[in-house]
Each structure stands twice: as structure tokens, then as C-alpha cells.
């Protein structure tokens, strides 16, 4: 499959100030614009089409000559932009497509090819980082009330799409949709989301470019040093709860009847426990037990999933992506096997990555040891984490 970047880079960026629309701005003794292209060009992305205003003729002179770059012209909406930069890659064999905003700067190759792996088995994919700060509404320079965070996250680009399909969303959509995923979802397309890089901020604000500046001179500082290899991290969790009385057993976040239940201060989900154990070990940050006391009676019978978030978020805070993650749940009963492409699915949305990324098998101890003699459930898990 062919891959294509589409770079919008027409608006105008008033907020920004500075006077020259932010893309043009210099950071760091490069424009804007410069950084955002040389992310796509190491993660080798050949083919990049920039979306230009008809006002910028120094920027279209600027890259007349750029071989692996294509020029189309802005529109007076984004939306319109966006048609334009598709249009001008037809007839080019492209069947994959990156749509991203000039004024992120700081997106890592890392965060460009996750997006582009997850298109293997989506028609599109898009990068985001999930709410946890509290939300408030708010009148008149005072609180108003809150809102429910659950399920709630910050989008990011690049947005990936298969060519054609994103193609046909936008020529079929009336306009004014607040950026691609939400044309993509109009024409029914399912949008798969991976976990997004809490560096990838977009310059919006004045102060914003010496926020950009110091997150890529940290970038060049390790990419320049003589131990600019990637950070990789390997974690591992294990985790046991004893059978007890009860009637369902919550195994990865799926709950599964049973005619016996197992015993714990939260939900007893030891799957999600071994995986949420592996990352805190990734991050060299304790285990579940330091974070959430079994003693603090809160979190008494709570689901698991908060646990796990909990992980996640922490290693996005550390800036730190997960790869991957592998949960073998080990036990006589109940059976895995019919149950396992669900459990995936739903660690998947809580850890933000594709369901191609989370394992979960099962197998038994041979009657041997306690879970031969079904006793209780024991899980092992390992996780994978990437700082670029």
C-alpha cells in the first residue's frame, strides 16, 4: 500500500499572533511548517501533498522545486482545503492517506507510522489523548457545573484514512465539520483510535511556540546524542485471586457467568490486574497495590478499567507509547477461548491501541497446583512501551 501525506497548511492562525500566519513563523531557527514536514520525511512517507493559500506566493515559490512534495491550493473552509490536497494525489497510486495540520510541529515519526500500521486493519485511524483532567462548564468567569469525562478524547493529527474512501466522504459531505474524523463518520466509516503523543501539541497561542521549542530541542538533544536510540521499556505483571462465592467471574473487562466468583478488594479481574502490574513495571513505577491501597476502602469493589487507565495515562504523562501488551490468564474454567476476541477489544479501548496490539490467551496448569485443582485463576502479562 502507498502512503500519502496531506499537509494543510492555508489558514490564516490570528490567534497565534506574531503577524505571518503561524506556519510561517520561524521556531528554533526553522519555520513551522519545516518541522512538520521533516516528521513525514523520517518516517518516510514519500509523497506529501501541501495544501497552500493563494496569499502565501513566497511559501509556493519556496517549494516550486521540493521533489517529493505536490502543491494544491486552499480553499476558503478547511474542508475545502482538504478536497483540494486529495484531489491533487489521484492518479498517483495512492491508497493510503495522512491528514495532518501544519501547526503541529512536534508529531514524531513514531505516532505517523502507529497511525499508518492501524490502517492495515481499518479504513481509518486517528491519534488521541483520553480526558482525565476534570471538566467543568462555566458563565461568566465562574464554575457552572461538570461533566462527565468517561469516554471523552482529545483529538490529534494525523488522521488516517484509506484514500478512496475519505475521498468519497468528503465530496459527499455538506461541509462544516470540525475535522476529518467527523466527515469520515458521516459517510459511516469506523474510526479506529491509537493512543496519541502528548507532545503533539498544535501551536494556537503565542505562548505555544516556546512550548514547541523546548519539546524539539529535547527531541534533537536525544536524536543527536550518542544514546538517541529509543527508549524501550519491557514490563511484567502476575496476579492470582482464589475462587469464593458468587455466580460470574470479570476477566479482561468481560464478565462471564459461573457458578462460582472470585474474591478481591476491587473486581477480582486478575487479567486486567497482570496487564495494569506490566506497564507500572514498564514505567518502574511500583504496582497496582502502591497506587490504589487494597486498604483504602474506595476502592472496594471497583472495576478494574480504572486501574488500568490509571497505567495508561501515566505512561503517556512520562511520554511513553505503548506497543503492545500479552495477558495469558491460566485456569481449568471458565473457558477463554469464545470470549477472548472481546476481552482484546475491551483492553484495547481503555489502553487506546488497535485490538491488533492486545493479546489474550489462556491456558491450564494440567490439573497441577492450585488452578489445576481449580482453586482460583492466576494471569501473566507483559507490555511493550516506546518513548521515541
Not at 61 to 80: N, Y
Not at 172 to 192: C, F
Not at 369 to 382: H, V, Y
Request: contains cysteine.
Amino acid at each position: 500500500m502507498t502512503t500519502a501525506a496531506l499537509i494543510v497548511a492555508a489558514g490564516r492562525g490570528s490567534r497565534a499572533g506574531g503577524g505571518l500566519p503561524k506556519q510561517w513563523r520561524d521556531l528554533k531557527n526553522r519555520r513551522v511548517i519545516d518541522w512538520t514536514l521533516k516528521a513525514f520525511r523520517d518516517a518516510h512517507v514519500e509523497t506529501i501533498a501541501l495544501v497552500l493559500s493563494p496569499l502565501d506566493q513566497p511559501a509556493w515559490d519556496s517549494f516550486a522545486d521540493a521533489q517529493d512534495i505536490i502543491l494544491a491550493q486552499g480553499g476558503a473552509e478547511r474542508a475545502q482545503s482538504v478536497q483540494n490536497g486529495l484531489r491533487a494525489l489521484q492518479g498517483r497510486g495512492i491508497t493510503k492517506v495522512l491528514i495532518h495540520d501544519a501547526a503541529r510541529p512536534c508529531t514524531s515519526p513514531v505516532l505517523i507510522n502507529t497511525v499508518i500500521e492501524a490502517l492495515d486493519n481499518a479504513a481509518a485511524a486517528a491519534p488521541a489523548l483520553a480526558i482525565t483532567d476534570a471538566l467543568w462548564t462555566g458563565a461568566k468567569g465562574r464554575v457552572s457545573g461538570t461533566q462527565d469525562r468517561t469516554g471523552l478524547f482529545g483529538a490529534q493529527t494525523p488522521q488516517g484514512f484509506h484514500y478512496d474512501a475519505i475521498l468519497a466522504a468528503h465530496a459527499a459531505h455538506p461541509g462544516g465539520a470540525a475535522d476529518d474524523v467527523e466527515v469520515a463518520r458521516a459517510a459511516g466509516l469506523d474510526v479506529v483510535i491509537v493512543a496519541g503523543d502528548p507532545d503533539n501539541i498544535k501551536i494556537t497561542r503565542p505562548e505555544d511556540f516556546a512550548r514547541a521549542a523546548r519539546i524539539l530541542e529535547t527531541e534533537n538533544t536525544m536524536t543527536t546524542s550518542a544514546t538517541s536510540l529509543p527508549d524501550i521499556r519491557l514490563g511484567n505483571g502476575y496476579d492470582v485471586h482464589r475462587f469464593g462465592p458468587g455466580d460470574s467471574v470479570t476477566l479482561c473487562g468481560v464478565t462471564l457467568p459461573h457458578e462460582r466468583g472470585l474474591q478481591g478488594h476491587s473486581d477480582a479481574d486478575v487479567g486486567m490486574h497482570a496487564v495494569t502490574d506490566a506497564i507500572y513495571g514498564a514505567l518502574a513505577q511500583g504496582d497496582i497495590g502502591q497506587h490504589f491501597p487494597p486498604s483504602d476502602p474506595q476502592w472496594k469493589g471497583a472495576p478494574s478499567d480504572i486501574f488500568l487507565r490509571h497505567a495508561a495515562d501515566l505512561a503517556r504523562t512520562m511520554g511513553f507509547h505503548i506497543t503492545n501488551v500479552d495477558c495469558t490468564l491460566v485456569c481449568e474454567f471458565p473457558k477463554i477461548g469464545p470470549h477472548a476476541a472481546e476481552m482484546r477489544a475491551v483492553m484495547a479501548e481503555i489502553l487506546g491501541l488497535d485490538p491488533t496490539r492486545v493479546s489474550v490467551k489462556a491456558t491450564t496448569s494440567e490439573r497441577l497446583g492450585f488452578t489445576g485443582r481449580g482453586e482460583g485463576i492466576a494471569s501473566l502479562a507483559t507490555a511493550a512501551l516506546v518513548k521515541p
